[in-house]
């Protein structure tokens, strides 16, 4: 990849002690107190800042504190010594900077302790061009007898009290993703994870600090954190009685201490930190950026359109239903289908969620001619062909598991715990003969039928027992860490020999989505909720820190399958579009208005596909902030095209809704209206008009409450699609 030239990171110049290092993106600048001998410093953290102002910024605070010395405070590290000594004194011994494959610049400042062998190297990683500094730790153990580490925080960062607020993202299966705001208070806010394998459903491994009081999306100074990790997490703020709060996050060390031989070293996940003064949205587009050029599996490739099985037939998989969807899918424009849940197991048939998990063999009662005959029939039909897998988990009913037992974690002396269905186990990732049966399953497919365009990888269970039938029994507290481990080392392997097939992230849902995960992945099941009354406020939070090209977003049947509202099928349509839109339904059940809606639809998103996955986020009115509406908008790098997405989130008699000022568009440039997906018998009043951008950022345009067609297809759901094109 070609990168701007761009300043990263310098050793200040000699006007400044040689031991001031500043760390420098676009729009931000972190500076650190490197004083050989002593604790490495936090002088600043946030706008950028000339030499002059590093001068005069005076002393800053201990970065990367361990146990030991002044054991009151939280500490990012903690270590057991060969010796039995809980102590660990930490100084600045050295500084380096280097280069990475990816093209960043990475600042190196090792930490020695002052009596035992014992090093950490705190590491910062800028990119060119981007506002994102990543920081993470590595522990090397020299001494002559093996350490054990209880805590290993990626870093810590000290923020200046005022009136902080804090956003993060909680909820819970078919409600993830939803925000929560509130003030820093003195005491400890803690966001963790104990699940094992998801991470994401009941709360996220990211956070938003406001600076100047409650949260406002364009406007204000914002720190973002996000951890990029799989596992189980903690962030920890920490609000004694100094004049800071001080934010940890890393590996949740609860029942996993780690243990160190003379010569190993531990790696800690980074923490991706940026700062805006453009508000929550600043912060999110910095995320969004970074995170399609240097995170994303793919994330400069467009995303399909694609129709998924599982809500419109669930385990019901039979040829002949498999044609037609596709043959439906094609016909509304799209470009993927995929099989979803239910095409193996012959010993052990998968008709309902109890059996078959790890029997990756074609159950040829239901598809007696193979995948290759949906292969043959997807190309007939003009699509791509994608189908569901849940490589780390089996069943007590498998083949799989009756040749090895021995492969499922599961606790010693003790019957397995079992999930869904009554049976499902999760695989020892931990071992290396899982590793390569996990890494089989996908290579064999992918060889076997190269065709495939699209794995949908699930995971539907936790680790439900503490124990590893691999690990040794001094290195049971390994097993969350070595789990991913694992599982990462597969997927690197998996990449490396299937580079282009897209590969989705789904967990129950949406319980990985987590930039820890993504690298591996193109896109992420969101939640298994498809409702897009609730998908408005569950995207919203997402967006926070996740673009538009990696949240999968669906048209679902009406009734919806989890919250029996029945939505019309155009707002469905306009909400699966500020995502990755796809459809999740069994489309002979459309009425014939329902599928023409969807194939309008479809061919208006693909003409502003580039703009919604590619595009700078402008969230403007949240619906949290009740309203009774929420809008957003995506606008290109060069300004020259939006869409700006409108929906009514409750409907009461003569109600009065705000009018939207927009954000983001050139001021100076003239902007041609056109709405998308129309469904009224008219068109809209601004319709093909010209406005300046700086009108629409300063007064908005009025969105009519309802929509104006025949009496009989009135209902309570009113949403607009706009694009706006650049004279």
């Known amino acids: 990849m070609k990168y701007p030239a761009t300043l990263l990171f310098m050793f200040c110049a000699a006007s400044l002690s040689a031991e001031t290092l500043h760390v420098a993106t676009p729009a931000s600048s972190l500076v650190l107190d490197a004083t050989p001998g002593q604790k490495l410093s936090l002088v600043h953290y946030g706008t950028p800042v000339s030499d002059a102002d590093i001068a005069g910024l005076g002393s800053g605070l201990d970065t990367y ?3 030991g010395i002044n054991p009151e405070r939280e500490a990012a590290l903690s270590i057991t010594h060969a010796d039995g000594s809980m102590s660990t004194d930490l100084v600045v011994k050295s ?14 400042v090792t930490l020695a302790d002052t009596f035992y062998p014992v090093e950490v190297d705190v590491n910062y990683r800028t990119y060119p061009g981007e506002n994102i500094i990543e920081t993470w730790s590595e522990i090397r153990n020299n001494e002559k007898g093996a350490i054990t580490l209880s805590r290993f925080m990626s870093a810590s960062l000290p923020v200046r009290m005022g009136d902080v607020w804090l956003s993060s993202l909680y909820g819970s299966w078919a409600n993830e993703a939803k925000v929560e705001e509130r003030p820093l208070t003195h005491g400890v806010t803690m966001i963790k994870n104990k699940d094992g394998v998801r991470n994401s459903h009941t709360a996220h491994a990211e956070v938003m600090l406001s600076l100047d009081g409650k949260p406002r999306e364009n406007t204000g100074r914002v720190i973002g954190a996000a951890l990029e990790y799989p596992g189980n997490y903690k962030i920890m703020i920490d609000t004694d009685d100094s004049d800071y709060h001080r934010l940890f996050a890393g590996i949740n060390e609860e029942n996993s201490a780690y243990t160190l031989k003379k010569g190993e070293s531990f790696a800690t996940p980074p923490l991706a930190l940026t700062y805006s003064n453009e508000g929550l949205s600043g912060a999110s587009r910095n995320f969004h950026r970074w995170g399609r050029k240097h995170r994303l599996h793919a994330g400069d490739t467009p995303r399909k359109i694609l129709l998924n099985s599982w809500e419109g037939v669930y385990f019901d998989i039979d040829e002949p239903t498999m044609d037609g969807m596709m043959a439906d899918i094609a016909y509304m424009g799209g470009e993927l ?36 005959s949906l292969l043959d029939a997807a190309e007939r039909h003009g699509v791509k062909f994608g189908i569901w897998i849940e490589p780390e988990m089996t069943n007590t009913v498998s083949e799989l598991y009756d040749k090895h037992p021995e492969y499922v974690i599961k606790a010693p002396n003790r019957k397995p715990t079992t999930g869904r269905g009554g049976t499902q186990l999760v695989l020892d990732m931990a071992n290396p003969k899982v590793q390569d049966l996990v890494f089989e399953v996908v290579d064999t497919l992918m060889r076997k039928y190269p065709r495939i365009d699209y794995i949908k990888w699930d995971a539907n269970a936790p680790i439900m027992d503490h124990g590893s039938q691999y690990l040794t029994a001094d290195r049971q507290s390994h097993l969350y860490i070595d789990f991913h481990r694992g599982l990462i080392k597969t997927l690197e392997r998996i990449r490396e020999a299937h580079p282009d097939v897209t590969i989705q992230a789904c967990a129950s849902g949406g319980g990985r989505a987590n930039w820890g995960i993504l690298p591996w992945f193109d896109e992420f099941w969101t939640s298994d909720n498809n409702d897009a009354l609730q998908r408005i406020y569950m995207q919203w939070g997402t967006s926070y820190f996740f673009p538009a090209i990696a949240m999968a977003s669906h048209i679902s049947a009406a009734p919806n399958h989890q919250t029996f509202r029945s939505i019309p099928v155009k707002f469905r349509a306009d909400v699966a579009m500020s995502g990755r839109l796809g459809l999740e339904l069994q489309p002979k059940n459309m009425t014939e208005e329902e599928r023409d809606i969807c194939r309008r639809a479809i061919a208006d998103y693909k003409n502003v596909r580039h703009i919604v996955q590619f595009g700078d986020i402008y969230r403007l009115l949240s619906p949290y902030d009740g309203k009774g509406a929420a809008s957003l908008m995506y606008i290109t790098p060069e300004k020259d095209d939006a869409v700006f997405f409108w929906w009514k989130t409750e409907t009461f008699m003569n109600q009065q809704l705000p009018r939207i000022p927009m954000a983001g568009l050139d001021p100076d440039a003239t902007y041609i209206v056109t709405e998308l997906n129309r469904i009224d018998n008219e068109p809209l009043p601004f319709e093909g008009k010209a ?16 929509h104006k067609v025949d009496y009989h297809k009135n209902t309570d759901y009113s949403s607009r699609v706009l694009r706006l094109t650049r004279q």
């Open 95 to 108: 500084t380096a900077k280097s280069t990475d494959a990816d093209g960043a610049e990475i600042l190196t």
């Open 65 to 67: 504190p361990a146990y």
């Open 691 to 706: 406005f300046s951008g700086r009108f629409l950022m300063d007064r908005g345009l009025d969105m009519p409450l309802t």
């Open 337 to 372: 289908f995929v099989m979803d849940d239910g095409w193996f197991g012959v010993k052990y048939p998968r008709a309902t969620d109890n059996a078959a998990l790890g029997d990756w063999t074609v159950d040829t009662r239901k598809l007696p001619n193979g995948i290759n």
